[in-house]
């Protein structure tokens, strides 16, 4: 199998041109199977294909017409004897089994990323003609699985860390009224000028709070700003108590005499959350809202980078297929 046959780095060379790619770009540069299958496998096997089983770069290329739904029509086979394994660029990856075309995926991955406050599976069903609300809804979960930062880099400079509180709503009607739900905590951290952190915790106690500050806060931040909840005190070591400053919400939001301590900035990416969750999902289920979390993380922290959309065609490519029964199970995995 030579790399002429399916033109790597001609494909390569062109991605270097769709850093700043909007939806009409993806559109046009990945109108076809083909072209999305190019970049796939440029990006996947970078010096040539290679079956993902044995790693062999001995393989022979089918080209087919797809006759049933789940088939992709670019397939490859292993030419080891002791393998033999047949595979295309998707398999193993979150597109796995998906019987969507791959241009609908791109589509789908740039406006999700680009949505500002998110894209419900009904709106990106009615946008890209899927057939089912099912099958936009777990295209959607896969692309958000995808969005999870697997081995973030601790927050630095000025860490704002604060709380809040998702869900809880009901409906009153008459006389009749229901028990408000238990509404589910988010913590929150955001370096100032740079990234935020998102994370569903069962409670605010000082051991769950110690434990992400321990993971997320670099040792070398300058300040950790809180509000006066006197469980931050319990959850942080010396070292983190001596840059800890605290603003006390019930009298100001920026405490008097340093205008630097307050917690508005991850205040605004809470709004943003929620405005989100609100307008564009309406109802998010607690056991999905870590990924919701996820992606707007995410889409928050790679807001400036022109390359988000290769990012996370990356990251597609990277994250462990998600079956539907594991989306749908009463325990699920991240």
Not at 128 to 156: C, D, N
Not at 167 to 175: E, F, L, M, P, Y
Not at 230 to 259: C, L, T
Request: proline residues 3%; aromatic residues 8%.
């Amino acid at each position: 199998m030579h790399k002429d046959d399916y033109a790597l780095d001609t494909q390569m060379d062109l991605w270097h041109d769709y850093l700043t790619m909007n939806l009409i770009d993806v559109t046009k540069s990945f109108a076809t199977e083909d072209q999305c299958l190019d970049c796939l496998e440029g990006m996947r096997w970078p010096d040539g294909v290679r079956c993902p089983v044995c790693g062999n770069d001995k393989i022979s290329r089918v080209t087919r017409e797809a006759k049933s739904k789940n088939k992709r029509t670019r397939i490859y086979t292993c030419l080891e004897k002791t393998c033999k394994q047949q595979f295309s660029a998707t398999a193993g990856t979150v597109f796995h089994n998906s019987h969507l075309p791959l241009t609908k995926w791109f589509m789908a991955v740039a406006i999700v990323m680009d949505a500002k406050k998110g894209m419900s599976a009904l709106q990106l069903q009615e946008h890209l003609g899927i057939g089912s609300y099912r099958t936009a809804w777990y295209m959607v979960h896969r692309i958000r699985k995808a969005m999870v930062e697997l081995f973030p880099t601790k927050l630095s400079g000025i860490v704002e860390v604060d709380e809040t509180y998702i869900g809880g709503k009901a409906k009153r009607r008459g006389i009749a009224r229901k028990p408000r739900p238990k509404k589910d905590m988010v913590i929150g951290m955001r370096e100032r000028g740079g990234r935020v952190r998102f994370f569903h915790v069962p409670n605010l106690k000082a051991d769950t709070m110690k434990k992400l500050l321990d993971r997320h806060v670099s040792p070398s931040s300058k300040r950790i700003i809180t509000d006066s909840a006197i469980i931050y005190d319990f959850a942080m070591d010396k070292d983190f108590q001596k840059k800890h400053e605290s603003v006390n919400h019930s009298r100001e939001w920026v405490k008097p005499g340093d205008i630097d301590i307050h917690t508005n900035t991850i205040e605004s990416a809470f709004s943003l959350l929620k405005r989100g969750l609100i307008g564009s999902f309406h109802r998010v289920s607690i056991k999905h809202l870590h990924r919701y979390l996820a992606e707007f993380e995410n889409r928050f922290n790679m807001r400036n980078a022109a390359d988000r959309f290769e990012q996370t065609m990356r990251r597609m490519l990277t994250t462990e297929q998600m079956e539907y029964k594991q989306l749908t199970a009463d325990s699920v995995e991240a």
